[in-house]
């Protein structure tokens, strides 16, 4: 699923979102991309939801604007 997120601004904003999600159980895999402003992340729906998904990115300070 991807996020349209805001406020990513270099490669250690990726890494800080990556980190995060990648503790959470149920997530597989994460792209982040300052340049494209987006977070795609592969996840176990029957272990995690997008919203959560979606709250850790903004726990990490960053907006999210849309999910698809």
């Known amino acids: 699923m991807r996020f349209k997120?805001?406020?990513m601004h270099c490669t250690s904003c990726e890494m800080l979102v990556k980190d995060a999600l990648m503790d959470i159980d149920g997530v597989k895999k994460v792209?982040?991309?300052?340049?494209d402003s987006i977070v795609d992340v592969?996840?176990?729906?029957?272990?995690?939801?997008?919203?959560?998904?979606?709250?850790t990115i903004e726990k990490e300070g960053y907006k999210v604007e849309k999910s698809r």
Do not use: L, R
């Open 5 to 7: 997120t805001k406020g």
């Open 31 to 35: 792209k982040a991309s300052f340049k």
């Open 42 to 55: 592969d996840f176990d729906a029957a272990k995690v939801s997008a919203e959560k998904i979606a709250k």
